[in-house]
């Protein structure tokens, strides 16, 4: 099966950055887009950015400029450098995957377990 692995949350004063990251394995043929998302408490869960294979980004207007989405083809990995911190930026952060699978070649989305940034003076 696929598992995806985060890692790099915390607790971080604002205007201070964290970076986050995301390791994907198992039987994987190939990896497309992967993005990060967030969910605030009592907050719907909203994409904040997301990247091609090709490395093409898109970011949520609330993180642009302080947010850098990367990837590592090789390693199956995405990072989020957050940089410029804000307390609204508070929130559990997936990443989400699109994995086509050696065994049958069809394209799945995958998410990872979660991890809490919190941004608190």
């Known amino acids: 099966q696929v598992q995806l692995v985060e890692s790099g949350g915390g607790l971080v004063q604002p205007g201070g950055s964290l970076s986050l990251s995301c390791a994907a394995s198992?039987?994987?043929?190939?990896?497309?887009?992967m993005r990060w998302y967030r969910q605030a408490p009592g907050k719907q869960r909203e994409l904040v950015a997301d990247?091609?294979?090709?490395?093409?980004?898109n970011y949520v207007d609330s993180v642009k400029g302080r947010f850098t989405i990367s990837r590592d083809n090789a390693k199956n990995t995405v990072s989020l450098q957050m940089n410029s911190l804000k307390p609204e930026d508070t929130a559990v952060y997936y990443c989400?995957?699109?994995?086509?699978?050696?065994?049958?070649?069809?394209?799945?989305?995958?998410w990872g377990q979660g991890t809490q940034v919190t941004v608190s003076s």
């Open positions: 989400n995957v699109d994995v086509q699978k050696i065994s049958t070649l069809g394209m799945r989305g995958y």
């Open positions: 198992g039987s994987i043929f190939r990896i497309y887009a």
């Open positions: 990247i091609t294979r090709g490395g093409s980004t």
